[in-house]
């Protein structure tokens, strides 16, 4: 059979079975009554509260969302710890590396790693009082002795040694209360026990309570060293062998595996075992090398987690807060903040922890801010990471530096003192904000017409605006965006500048086409000259910081522009006048040589628009020529044109007067321009030279 038969079949199936089911729900409806037909919704209990609270697929469940906020409250409980350090640190890759700091932050992990177990122990012994049997006395080695009435049944306490103390098996009794973080409190229960073994240890139990270290003497060290080393064959209680170890830091490549079960407890066996001191100078090469091979320091430590176990071995991406806390607590801060930033979820925490660690001077910085977000330099020990908490905090503010600029800016406040390519980091990051929004007058606040400043964000953080002003100002400048650099100049009190790129940007478009009526507004002519009327007006009411040759180029250019309009809107006797007031161009025989003398004192921009001057002062001049005559001439004139009345000579003397007085102006326009110390244009020259001869 083919597959098109079966198919075929299948289908035919289908259909017959499909005719059943209708025949059968077409004969429910047979001889019902009306009654059975109706419809009507009848009220129920709501199932919404029910399923707002149900587990799904989508979301987490309540335990879940509560085994997460656990888990964050944690990671913030170490970072607070970590940032206790009893002493001022230098954010500096020297000052993370001086044994002394290594041993605090070792220290404050340690006891981070104390104080949660201790909260352990609490919650196990309430969640079992009967069994644990607590009593009413208060104190840690209550608490421990209960804890082992629930963790070590007796049945598990065949191959312990040396007895009890308190009721409980002494080594496990003084091992918990060191987990705990009391070596005051193992050395008061392990005094009721007489054993040889026992009390060899209570000095020293005594003296790592009072060591500031929180290791002992190389002398009491040593001793202890030797009795383990005589009778390790022979201990077979795990905790007492793990009590030797950890108090003469001793077997450091033993894991204790049969008492040490979970990530806490590893990380806090190694880092007692860890050797921030430098080894002692006093020791021989062959004691030295002898020494070191027992002892592990920090950063072999470091290495191990880092990069013999790493991120696979954690099973980081499933449980990244526990990975991140490995990294933090074995002094990684800046491998474990990377590692949390790749996660987009927990990549707030992650800034937030690199923040706090950085206001601690706990974080080591690359020194270019375009170092990768991960790195090392050349000089730094092996292992030894620095974080580009600049890029960091960039990457999390862009998905809101849009829509939360306030926000931004106080995250960017954490680098003022961070140092850039020319400014602190602050500034150059809200010059950054500033150029990518264009929020000028959100972020920098605004000019009003009677010379105040409009407060801006940026002014509630107490840093200098005129000088963040003037650093986005240059970089608009460079962009060529001078628009905003001429606003930006002019809120930083930077007239001058100010004023040169406005004149600079007013050559550019003064002789333009205004827009019509009928066009859109907006264009950039329009906006230059409202940008300019609008600061010279505020210049000469509220004064200003400007040269005086800079104001009066604006003031020229003004009037140029003034001019310009008049001609483009084709009032050409207006517009000689503006031209006559402005002393720039001879426009009689006389005023020639006055004018070719006093053009040096006109600045570069004025010079600039010269040309464009020239050949609208000689077009105006040649339309008005042509105005008499067509006015004489024009079809609306009340006398015609064959009419023998009028005669060639009558003409003539009729135009005569207005049209010698514009020969002349016409003539002094061409000479000015030869003799003006400005290469002109050949197009330019042509074309002043043509309309001259058309006139004359």
């Given amino acids: ?19 059943q089911a209708k025949q059968k729900f077409m004969s429910c409806f047979a ?22 609270f149900s587990k799904g697929s989508g979301v987490l469940s309540i335990e879940e969302a509560a085994y997460a906020k656990t888990n964050i409250i944690d990671l913030w409980a170490l970072v607070c710890s970590i940032v206790e350090v009893p002493i001022s640190v230098v954010g500096n890759a020297k000052s993370r590396t001086l044994s002394k700091v290594q041993a605090i932050l070792v220290r404050q992990a340690k006891a981070h790693l104390e104080k949660s177990y201790e909260r352990h122990m609490r919650q196990l012994v309430f969640s079992h009082l009967e069994k644990a049997t607590l009593g009413g006395v208060p104190g840690l080695v209550p608490l421990v002795k209960a804890y082992l009435s629930v963790l070590l049944p007796p049945q598990s306490q065949a191959h312990l040694e040396d007895g009890e103390a308190k ?28 054993n040889p073994s026992v009390a060899e240890i209570v000095p020293a139990l005594e003296a790592l309570e009072k060591s500031e270290s929180g290791r002992l003497s190389i002398d009491l060290e040593k001793k202890l060293k030797l009795s383990y080393k005589r009778n390790a064959k022979s201990i077979t209680d795990p905790f007492k062998r793990t009590v030797y170890c950890l108090l003469c830091r001793c077997d450091v490549d033993d894991d204790h595996s049969d008492i040490i079960a979970t990530t806490d407890d590893y990380l806090w066996l190694k880092l007692s075992l860890v050797e921030c001191e430098n080894i002692s100078p006093h020791l021989t090469p062959s004691n030295q090398k002898r020494t070191m091979d027992d002892v592990l320091t920090l950063s072999q430590f470091q290495n191990l987690l880092y990069k013999k176990y790493g991120e696979k071995h954690f099973n980081a991406w499933q449980q990244p807060l526990l990975y991140m806390s490995v990294l933090l607590l074995s002094c990684q801060f800046e491998a474990g903040i990377e590692f949390l930033s790749r996660i987009e979820r927990l990549r707030c925490h992650a800034v937030h922890v690199a923040l706090a660690l950085h206001e601690s001077n706990l974080l080591v910085l690359p020194s270019q801010t375009s170092a990768p977000l991960l790195s090392n330099e050349e000089g730094d020990v092996e292992g030894f990471y620095r974080l580009n908490l600049v890029q960091l905090v960039k990457l999390y ?6 829509t939360n600029l306030n926000e931004v800016l106080h995250y960017y406040y954490f680098l003022r003192n961070l140092k850039g390519c020319s400014q602190n980091m602050f500034t150059e990051c809200v010059s950054e904000l500033v150029l990518q929004t264009r929020e000028f007058d959100t972020l920098l606040g ?18 200098d605006v005129c000088e963040i002003a003037e650093v986005v100002a240059k970089d608009s400048e460079k962009k060529g965006l001078h628009e905003d650099a001429i606003k930006l100049y002019d809120l930083a009190k930077n007239h001058e500048k100010a004023l040169t790129l406005l004149n600079q940007l007013m050559s550019q478009v003064v002789h333009q086409r205004g827009q019509s009526e009928m066009s859109s ?4 002519r329009e906006r230059v000259m409202e940008m300019a009327t609008a600061i010279a007006l505020r210049f000469k009411t509220h004064g200003h910081n400007a040269t005086a040759p800079s104001i009066a180029t604006l003031h020229v250019l003004l009037d140029m522009a003034t001019f310009f309009d008049l001609y483009h809107q084709e009032r050409f006797s207006e517009a000689v006048k503006i031209l006559k007031r402005l002393k720039i161009v001879a426009l009689a025989k006389d005023e020639v040589e006055s004018r070719v003398t006093s053009m040096p004192s006109f600045g570069l921009e004025v010079k600039t628009v010269l040309p464009h001057v ?6 105006s001049t040649y339309r008005l020529y042509q105005a008499p005559s067509q006015n004489l001439f024009s079809p609306l004139s009340s006398t015609p044109v064959s009419s023998p009345a009028i005669s060639v000579l009558n003409m003539s ?16 326009i061409v000479t000015f321009a030869g003799m003006i110390p400005l290469r002109l244009n050949a197009d330019v020259n042509a074309r002043l030279v043509q309309l001259e001869a058309l006139i004359n």
């Fill in 1 to 19: 059979m083919t597959h098109t038969e079966v198919e075929r079949l299948f289908w035919e199936q289908q259909k017959a079975e499909w005719e």
């Fill in 31 to 52: 001889n019902i009554n009306a009654e059975a037909l109706n419809f009507t919704p009848q009220p129920q209990e709501s199932l919404v509260h029910s399923m707002s």
């Fill in 167 to 194: 009721g409980v098996p002494v080594w496990p009794l003084i091992f918990y209360c060191l987990r705990a973080g009391g070596p005051k409190a193992a050395a008061l229960a392990a005094q009721e026990n007489s």
């Fill in 397 to 402: 503010v862009k998905k809101f530096e849009i």
């Fill in 446 to 463: 605004m000019l009003n017409t009677d010379g105040s400043r409009t407060p801006g964000l940026v002014d509630k953080f107490k840093v």
């Fill in 521 to 524: 507004h907006g264009s950039k």
């Fill in 614 to 619: 020239l050949l609208a002062a000689m077009t």
């Fill in 653 to 668: 003397s009729q135009m005569l007067p207005a049209t010698k007085h514009l020969k002349e102006q016409a003539r002094a």
